[in-house]
């Protein structure tokens, strides 16, 4: 497991931003309370991955995508706060997509039907501007992935 502290929302982006450039996996999952600062980690993920387009919030579009700059690879951002039944949404395509990067805010909502390999991001907040963030990969995702076949 790593960990950060992070300070502020500029350090927080510099930690995601780091880490997006060297992170080994396609699969994100991020939890975290409301305000914890998962989105502001989104953005400086997309930033080491070259994107210069805002990245805003898909709190109401549940999911906005970019292409990642020279490749051919597509970052999708997945929100799910205000998600309640997750079947019919086609997740399972991008996840299974080995040319989707994929960032997905209040993953353990869907933890069931993400893969081994899901990298765990959880922010836990430890004052008003102060951040625990702490990087594994989580045993508790599932290993039998049959059903997304």
């Known amino acids: 497991m790593q960990t950060y502290v992070s ?3 500029n350090e ?3 930690i995601a931003e780091d880490f997006a450039k060297t992170a080994k996996g396609n699969i994100f999952a991020l939890s975290g309370e409301l305000g914890a600062g998962k989105t502001t980690f989104v953005q400086g993920f997309a930033k080491g991955l070259g994107i210069k387009e805002k990245i805003l ?4 579009v549940i999911t906005r995508q970019h292409k990642i700059p020279d490749t051919s690879k597509v970052f999708y951002h997945i929100d799910l706060y205000r998600l309640e039944n997750f079947n019919q949404l086609g997740f399972e395509e991008i996840l299974l997509n080995k040319n989707s ?3 997905i805010e209040w993953g353990e ?3 069931s039907m993400l893969p081994k390999n899901t990298i765990k991001i959880n ?3 430890e004052g008003p501007y102060s951040r625990l963030i702490s990087i594994s990969i989580d045993p508790n995702f599932s290993e039998d992935k049959s059903s997304m076949d």
């Open 12 to 14: 927080t982006k510099k």
């Open 109 to 111: 909502k869907i933890k």
């Open 101 to 103: 990067v994929v960032l």
């Open 123 to 125: 922010i836990t907040k």
């Open 7 to 9: 300070r502020s929302e």
């Open 57 to 60: 919030s898909p709190t109401f």
